[in-house]
C-alpha cells in the first residue's frame, strides 16, 4: 500500500475551515484514498473515501489533486468536537488484501 | 446490531493469565479486522479475516496470540500468557467483501490492563 505523509499537527478556529493536506506521491491507480479520524482513544471514525474525482458528503469534502499525488480534507465549519486526530490512508482493497495501514497522522486542535 | 460490538469494553487481568476478546462484526460484512492501540501510540494491525479464513496474520505480535472466526461471524482474540506490555485497547473493525472502495467501520474497543 502506498504510504502517505501528513502534518503532525494543525490548529483551526472554531467555525472556519479545516483543511487537512496528505501526500501519497507513490499511489497507484486502484488504489483509494480513505480518511479516518479517532477522538481520544475511541475506535476510528470513516469520514470519507475517494478513488480520483473529489468527493463530497455530510460531514467532509474529499478534494484529490488530477496526478492523484496529494489529497486535502476540508471540514467545511470546524466546531470544538472536530478535535480528534485525522488520518489519510491509501489502501487497494482487490482480491484478499483490504487491511488499512495506520500512519501518525494529523493532530486538529480546533479553538474557540 | 447496527455496529460493530466488543466485549468485554474493559478487562483487567493478571500477568500470566490468557484473556478472550469477542467481536461481533455488522450483519453481512465478511472482512474482519483486529488492530491494537498501546496509549498514546498509533494503530497496530493484527489480523484480517475474509469469511472464516485469515489471508493476513502478519501483525501477531507474537505465538501467544490467535485468533479465530466461526460461521463467517463472531471473532475471538485470544491472548496466552498475558504480559503488561500486553496492554491496550483492542479494535475490532468489519466491512462488506469485494474490490474497491468498501468503508471499514470500527467499534468502540476492548481495553485491556494486564497487571
Known amino acids: 500500500d502506498a504510504k502517505t505523509t501528513q502534518p503532525p499537527s494543525m490548529d483551526c478556529a472554531e467555525g472556519r475551515a479545516a483543511n487537512l493536506p496528505c501526500n501519497h506521491s507513490?499511489?497507484?491507480?486502484?488504489?483509494?484514498v480513505y480518511w479516518y479520524r479517532q477522538i481520544h482513544s475511541q475506535g476510528p471514525q470513516y469520514i470519507i473515501h475517494g478513488l480520483k474525482n473529489n468527493e463530497t458528503n455530510e460531514m467532509a469534502s474529499l478534494i484529490i489533486t488530477e496526478d492523484r499525488k496529494s489529497s486535502t480534507l476540508i471540514l467545511p465549519h470546524a466546531t470544538l468536537r472536530d478535535t480528534a486526530v485525522y488520518y489519510c490512508i491509501a489502501v487497494n482493497y482487490g482480491g484478499s488484501q483490504g487491511n488499512l495501514i495506520f500512519g501518525k497522522g494529523t493532530k486538529l486542535s480546533v479553538k474557540p | 446490531g447496527a455496529g460493530v460490538s466488543q466485549s468485554p469494553s474493559n478487562k483487567v487481568t493478571e500477568k500470566g493469565k490468557d484473556v478472550e476478546l469477542r467481536c461481533d462484526p455488522i450483519s453481512g460484512h465478511t472482512a474482519l479486522y483486529w488492530y491494537r492501540q498501546s496509549l498514546g501510540q498509533g494503530l497496530e494491525f493484527l489480523i484480517y479475516f475474509q469469511g472464516n479464513s485469515a489471508p493476513d496474520k502478519s501483525g501477531l505480535p507474537s505465538d501467544r496470540f490467535s485468533a479465530e472466526r466461526t460461521g463467517g461471524s463472531v471473532s475471538t482474540l485470544t491472548i496466552q500468557r498475558t504480559q503488561q506490555e500486553d496492554s491496550a485497547v483492542y479494535l475490532c473493525a468489519s466491512s462488506l467483501q469485494g474490490a474497491g472502495g468498501n468503508t471499514i467501520y470500527f467499534g468502540e474497543g476492548s481495553w485491556l490492563t494486564v497487571v
Open positions: 507513490t499511489i497507484s491507480g486502484n488504489e483509494y
